[in-house]
């Protein structure tokens, strides 16, 4: 190519020879060829990524503030920093808890298996400082969680997914920690050891609550998840054991509350020893106070809630009618084991440990947990009234055996439950007697009675809407005879 042909490289004009290109002022001499260009890109490229490494290798992980997580970060895999305020929660795969840090609360949902978790001291408890790393899920609802699936590392920062720093333990007591409580809470979300006797027991859904009660009737309740039992030995607790328990401290809306981590926590150091006093000893100087009675079991009676069919409470009478009548709730009967359930009948002689108190000025027992009665299998009956036109106002809350033929029936209607039924019965002398069976023994009964049945029934006699009735206690005192 002669002078007058050369083209710049740079704008494709004809330069005539000249340099710089006349036109835009290129310099060809000084280009670089695409070899050295290329070589040189790699080099940097390296050198930069290096850097970078070297940099999220010393510069560690960046936690998300909760308070910053928005709808827009659905699925997305952050690292979280806070302080675990609830839980443990335990299921058979998982464990699920909170963490709080300055900006806000984000519940944790960590889908391992709990056995591994307990073994490599993963189970968090309230007061510890968490660390973790998962991806976030942001419902429609605005609620939001984090769920972690792994405890490896990160293979950049070399931080573990899933990290816990233990809190330290403070020694104090139910007084000061309730007082504490209502005043500075400078104990909210830390680990406590205290001692307390135990004094009732709350069972929920999915967990159960522990009263523990100091010396001068402070108390305090104690958390635990029924999913501990997943990866526990058996909890064995009595009423009026006296424990000394580590637990964090946390809260159930603005109630104070203990959360327990492990079985492993509790202690128990002692226990009471109740006053043994005959039912019908109870007395004024007794109330508020634990006693162990005893006797025989000669009525049981099942009340239901108002707005459903279910059972609320059972109520007991030992030896007599007119002594102080003995009560549980439902949620504490079902905790009995299947056998003691079956014989906490009447006819049966039971002791067992409950809290007297006085309502409408007459004594009663509270049957509290955790406790197992001591029972022995027997059989009583009411009196037999032959003639069931003979019970009147005198025989108000009497217990009575009544025998005859059913010869009416009529639904008392409860709205959108079932009904309660109304029963006349007619006795081998002509008279007719009324029996009332409210639903909540009505529909458990397995084969309900009609009219034309011959009946055999036990009860108490009440009055309601100006007449006397007959009330069986539960289901099983209703026998239909041949």
């Given at each position: 190519m002669s002078e007058t042909e050369k083209i710049c490289p740079a704008c494709g004009k004809p330069t005539a020879g000249y340099v710089p290109c006349?036109?835009?002022?290129?310099?060809?001499?000084?280009?670089?060829?695409?070899?050295?260009?290329?070589?040189?890109?790699?080099?940097?490229?390296?050198?930069?990524?290096?850097?970078?490494?070297?940099?999220?290798?010393?510069?560690?992980?960046?936690?998300?503030?909760?308070?910053?997580?928005?709808?827009w970060m659905d699925y997305a895999s952050v690292w979280i920093k806070g302080t675990v305020i609830s839980g443990p929660q335990i299921d058979k795969t998982s464990i699920s808890f909170e963490v709080q840090d300055a900006s806000g609360i984000l519940k944790v949902e960590i889908y391992l298996p709990p056995e591994r978790l307990k073994r490599e001291d993963k189970i968090p408890s309230v007061g510890d400082k968490a660390l973790l790393f998962g991806q976030l899920r942001v419902f429609p609802d605005g609620s939001t969680e984090i769920r972690v699936s792994s405890l490896d590392k990160d293979p950049l920062t070399g931080e573990e997914y899933f990290q816990l720093t233990r809190a330290q333990l403070d020694e104090t007591s139910i007084g000061y920690l309730v007082n504490d409580w209502y005043t500075s809470q400078s104990l909210k979300y830390k680990r406590v050891t205290i001692e307390g006797t135990i004094t009732n027991l709350w069972p929920l859904s999915s967990a159960k609550l522990y009263t523990l009660e100091d010396n001068n009737g402070v108390t305090v309740e104690m958390y635990i998840h029924n999913g501990l039992g997943y990866i526990e030995n058996v909890l064995n607790l009595r009423v009026l054991q006296t424990i000394r328990v580590t637990a964090g401290v946390s809260a159930y809306r603005t109630k104070l509350q203990l959360a327990l981590l492990s079985y492993d926590?509790?202690?128990?150091?002692?226990?009471?020893?109740?006053?043994?006093?005959?039912?019908?000893?109870?007395?004024?100087?007794?109330?508020?106070?634990?006693?162990?009675?005893?006797?025989?079991?000669?009525?049981?009676?099942?009340?239901?809630?108002?707005?459903?069919?279910?059972?609320?409470?059972?109520?007991?009478?030992?030896?007599?009618?007119?002594?102080?009548?003995?009560?549980?709730?439902?949620?504490?009967?079902?905790?009995?084991?299947?056998?003691?359930?079956?014989?906490?009948?009447?006819?049966?002689?039971?002791?067992?440990?409950?809290?007297?108190?006085?309502?409408?000025?007459?004594?009663?027992?509270?049957?509290?947990?955790?406790?197992?009665?001591?029972?022995?299998?027997?059989?009583?009956?009411?009196?037999?009234?032959?003639?069931?036109?003979?019970?009147?106002?005198?025989?108000?809350?009497?217990?009575?055996?009544i025998a005859g033929r059913i010869v009416e029936n009529s639904e008392v209607r409860r709205g959108t439950l079932p009904s309660d039924w109304e029963f006349v019965m007619r006795d081998n002398l002509g008279e007719n007697g009324k029996i009332w069976v409210p639903n909540t023994i009505y529909e458990r009964m397995l084969d309900p009675i009609v009219v034309g049945d011959n009946v055999r029934v036990v009860g108490k006699v009440i009055y309601r809407a100006g007449r006397i009735w007959v009330q069986p206690g539960v289901p099983s005192d209703v026998v239909k005879v041949s």
């Open positions: 006349p036109h835009c002022g290129a310099d060809p001499r000084l280009r670089l060829s695409i070899k050295v260009a290329v070589l040189l890109c790699v080099v940097i490229l390296v050198v930069g990524s290096g850097f970078f490494v070297l940099h999220l290798s010393t510069a560690g992980v960046e936690p998300t503030p909760i308070g910053s997580i928005d709808r926590d509790i202690e128990v150091v002692g226990a009471w020893s109740p006053n043994e006093v005959g039912i019908e000893n109870i007395n004024d100087s007794l109330n508020g106070k634990f006693v162990k009675v005893s006797g025989q079991i000669v009525f049981t009676e099942m009340t239901g809630k108002p707005l459903s069919l279910e059972v609320d409470k059972r109520y007991i009478w030992l030896g007599d009618n007119d002594n102080p009548r003995i009560w549980m709730y439902e949620s504490i009967y079902k905790l009995l084991p299947e056998n003691v359930r079956k014989l906490l009948r009447r006819g049966a002689t039971v002791e067992l440990v409950g809290r007297v108190s006085k309502s409408a000025g007459q004594f009663q027992i509270e049957f509290t947990g955790p406790q197992v009665p001591s029972l022995e299998n027997g059989t009583y009956e009411p009196a037999f009234i032959e003639n069931v036109a003979t019970i009147n106002s005198s025989f108000l809350n009497d217990f009575v055996t």
